[in-house]
């Protein structure tokens, strides 16, 4: 489809260039006709006065030249036209590849999202369907063995809510205009730490804790809420999670570190792509998750101007790396 979309763009694009070159051709055709005339019309006069030849045989000199000059003239535009259309043709092409490329990278980045969110809600639904089914054809069904079909059943109801929640939540981001304040990264990191229960031990932060950052309050605790979140699941039991306060240029920001398995290197580009699970052995139990919370935490920072960036590599720290646009005392002044 691209494909063809592409070599009708160039032909759009080429023919806007015959067309121009065209043009310019007869131009410069009609008027450097004319000024050959002219110049050699001028010349005849000046012939004949100084050497006194007969006006005939001048006349017939000055239409052989002028009739070789346009001659020479139509040689050189043609020649001229057909290079500029050859190079035209391979630079509208590539123009019309470089214009549809990334129309062409949305279009299968939508494809590949509805494919796999397809894929995400039908395995839920088919496991509520089979254990519906096979409830119903049980006749000698108890009731605990109905309460274990509805908990069952809840649990994937709670999977496809949350599966729901986050599509919109980035679908909000793809479109919305968000409001933004000052924001207190200790602060809200601290709020959301609390949130984690028993693992909130775990959390360890240092740096200066007194950095604000200019940005939607509730955007900044999901970006802390999806990247310990994350930490906590994929180090090893007991162990710290380090939270540090950094600022860079201006940007003021966190690192989220955890030891664990660490990330290979030819995962660490995709991890942030929707629904991609670089490993199911780690997401397997109470570590499942549909891939989307690092999607939406990119789309966050990068909706703020930021900067999110991963460092790790098996059996060693993963770093977690978030930058935001810091507060301007002009924009502290106005909260």
Known sequence: MFESATLKLTAWYLAILVAISLLFSIVIYSTASSEIGARLGFLQND???VFNIPINKLDDLRDTQIHEAKANLIISLV???LCIWVAGGIGSYYLARRTLT??????????????DASH???????SMKTEIEVALRDPALTKDEMKELLSSNLEEVNKL???????LQLSRLDHDNIPR??????????????R???DSSRIKFDGKKSYDVFANPANVEELFTILLDNALKYSPSGSEVSVSFIKQRQLAGFEVRNG??????DVLPHIFDRFYRADSSRTSGDKKGYGLGLALAKKIVELHDGELTVSSAPQKQTIFRVLLPILRKSQAKDQ
């Open 79 to 81: 020649i001229t036209n």
């Open 196 to 198: 984690f229960g028993a």
């Open 260 to 265: 664990g398995k660490g990330i290979a290197a």
């Open 161 to 167: 809510s949350q599966l729901s929640q986050t599509l």
């Open 47 to 49: 012939t004949r006065i």
């Open 120 to 126: 995400e809600l039908r395995t839920p639904l088919a």
């Open 181 to 194: 304040e000052k924001v207190k990264l200790y602060k809200t990191a601290e709020v959301v730490a609390e």
């Open 102 to 115: 990334p129309i062409e990278e949305a279009h299968e980045a939508q494809s590949r999202f509805t494919s």
